[in-house]
């Protein structure tokens, strides 16, 4: 699967080992999934503490060590909420072959996140 144009420009500003991660799990991935977010302003991340989308002010968002990616259904129209576990697993190899530590947020206790992925 390739990654989308929009899923491209979101991981603009993103660290170049876990934009290389992404773009190289897309290749591999037998199905697609999306890139919602990467770089996050400080702005942004107040307001999702505010919302209880989050609990910090010092996410790797804010600092592009940290993405957030959506597994979707094969016609990309809806997000497959059944491969997180399966995106992880695409998501740690290949970062493993790169040499490079993920912390997955699917696999936290308190507040867990299986969208997010980022820089150990």
């Known amino acids: 699967m390739e990654l989308s144009e929009l899923s491209k420009?979101?991981?603009?500003?993103?660290?170049e080992r876990l934009t290389a991660i992404v773009i190289e799990c897309a290749k591999r991935c037998p199905f697609p999934f999306n890139v919602s977010e990467g770089l996050r302003s400080e702005a942004k991340q107040r307001e999702y503490v505010r919302q209880g989308k989050s609990r910090t002010m010092k996410s790797k968002h804010l600092i592009g060590?940290?993405?957030d990616l959506y597994p979707l259904t094969m016609n990309r129209k809806a997000v497959d909420w059944t491969r997180f576990e399966d995106l992880a697993e695409v998501m740690f190899q290949v970062a493993s072959?790169?040499?490079v530590k993920l912390v997955?947020?699917?696999n936290w206790k308190t507040f867990v996140d299986k969208s997010h992925f980022e820089l150990k």
């Open 97 to 99: 072959e790169m040499n």
């Open 9 to 15: 420009k979101r991981l603009e500003g993103v660290d």
């Open 104 to 106: 997955w947020g699917g």
């Open 65 to 67: 060590k940290a993405v």
